[in-house]
């Protein structure tokens, strides 16, 4: 089944505590991208990546890490998460888009509280 | 001026009505639009795509697409209660590796 998985789906931390929320497609997609998603704001682009060791910020990347060793994962870092990271984050991924057709595909998203 | 924006609702349509949901956006070299659904703690999940001028049709949902005036709209024919959701707008614009979203309409379906 074709998907994009986060783990974990659910995390409570306190503030200063590294974290990594990891996201991984088998779609064999290029285009892998991370949201944040506030109440009132809409989804914001945090980072996203074109492909392997490819990697740009997004509008809000400040706070956070991602890497792209692999084509299919794309986790996303907090290195000392605050308590205004707390947010439902999404990982969404795609084939690059070039075509019109091309969209992407969302995980089922990842619920973090830093206290 | 946010990039792609949304009326946030909520918006209360009856059974068996039609629901019109409707979204500006402001890069006028935008190419391809999409309407996501998203219930409530669970992903967005898309239900229509629209490149061209006009009407694109798909089952109870029809898109539209108005780029001299910027504008896209989502029409719901005989609305049912499991169409009661948050609504995003997403354009993909001038740059191939992002697509924009609004911040969403939610939508209200009473029965």
């Known amino acids: 089944e074709a998907q994009v998985t986060q783990n974990p789906r659910y995390l409570i931390t306190v503030t200063g505590k590294k974290l990594t929320v990891t996201c991984s497609q088998n779609?064999?997609?290029?285009?892998m991208s991370w949201y944040r998603q506030d109440p009132g704001l809409g989804l914001r682009q945090i980072y996203y990546s074109m492909n392997v060791e490819v990697t740009d910020k997004g509008d809000v990347p400040e706070g956070y890490k991602v890497s792209r060793k692999e084509k299919r994962n794309f986790p996303l870092i907090l290195e000392s998460p605050s308590p205004n990271q707390t947010s439902l984050y999404f990982c969404?991924?795609?084939?690059?888009?070039?075509?019109?057709?091309?969209?992407?595909?969302f995980g089922p998203g990842t619920r973090l509280t830093v206290l | 001026q946010k990039e792609v924006e949304q009326n946030s609702g909520p918006l209360s349509v009856p059974e068996g009505a039609i629901a019109s949901l409707n979204c500006t956006y402001s890069d006028r070299v935008s190419q391809s639009f999409f309407w996501y659904r998203q219930y409530s703690g669970k992903s967005p999940e898309l239900i229509m795509s629209?490149?061209?001028?006009g009407d694109k049709e798909d089952g109870r949902f029809t898109a539209q697409l108005n780029k001299a005036s910027q504008y896209v709209s989502l029409l719901i024919r005989d609305s049912q209660p499991s169409d009661s959701a948050t609504y995003l707008c997403a354009s993909r614009g001038s740059s191939a590796s992002k697509i924009i979203f609004g911040s969403g309409t939610r939508l209200s379906i009473r029965p």
């Open positions: 969404a991924s795609s084939f690059l888009l070039q075509k019109s057709t091309d969209t992407q595909y």
């Open positions: 779609m064999n997609h290029e285009y």
């Open positions: 629209i490149y061209s001028n």
